[in-house]
């Protein structure tokens, strides 16, 4: 596959609790993305980074918060979650010259 | 607002025929377009994409469409396959001359080929 991995796959949390998402990558991309996948919703942009310590929001970054000291690693934190953050989390990378994503198999999270 | 629109949230097609997924836009600085398939449990894989400055791209059984004028791109895959059952997102790029190449995702049309 293409080198990039999610973790954990699973995860069950308490509100009000921080929760933190990892996003490995072996591809060497500059790219790196958080989607947030929701029935109704299709996929939206949590955050993005180009580059190491180079980061930006998306369109739902409230309450998200991400962190890319090295280039294979994305994380992202969930300062406390609450139950509207319950989704599938997925991570993508990109080398920027094809236009196009490789997606991780995502993060299901649940915040009870 | 959704930049991106996926209409309809599914399509039913019987193996063989023919399945076209559709997809609107309504900004018109986007400058290419992609398809993703994702099945369950998994994450979206590329399918099939058309730069702006085309109107046809074809790839075995997928082609894309693009009518700038309408702001509006299809998918056709034709002859339909079971294991086509999915959920396919179409995505355009709005960082014309950038090499960041953020997606703009529609919602989906969750597409069931049946025998």
């Known amino acids: 596959d293409a080198g990039i991995t999610q973790s954990p796959r699973h995860k069950v949390t308490e509100t009000g609790t921080p929760v933190t998402l990892r996003c490995h990558q072996t591809?060497?991309?500059?790219?790196m993305y958080w989607y947030r996948q929701d029935p109704g919703h299709g996929l939206r942009l949590i955050h993005y980074s180009y580059g190491v310590k180079d980061t930006d929001k998306g369109e739902v970054s409230d309450g998200y918060s991400v962190s890319r000291s090295k280039t294979e690693d994305f994380l992202l934190t969930l300062e406390s979650a609450t139950s509207s953050q319950t989704s599938v989390y997925f991570c993508?990378?990109?080398?920027?010259?094809?236009?196009?994503?490789?997606f991780g198999s995502g993060t299901r999270l649940t915040v009870v | 607002d959704q930049q991106v629109k996926q209409n309809s949230p599914s399509l039913s097609v019987q193996e063989g025929r023919i399945s076209i997924l559709n997809c609107d836009y309504t900004n018109s600085m986007f400058d290419y377009f992609l398809w993703y398939k994702k099945y369950p449990a998994e994450g979206p894989t590329f399918l099939i994409s058309i730069s702006s400055i085309k109107d046809k791209n074809e790839d075995g059984r997928f082609t894309v469409f693009l009518n700038k004028s309408a702001k509006h791109l299809s998918l056709h895959i034709v002859p339909s396959q079971p294991g086509d059952s999915a959920v396919y997102f179409c995505?355009?790029?709005?960082?014309?001359?950038?090499?960041?190449?953020?997606?703009?995702f529609g919602r989906g049309t969750q597409l069931t080929v049946w025998p």
């Open positions: 993508a990378i990109s080398s920027g010259t094809n236009y196009g994503y490789t």
């Open positions: 591809e060497n991309h500059r790219y």
């Open positions: 995505a355009a790029n709005l960082d014309r001359g950038s090499t960041l190449g953020r997606l703009y």
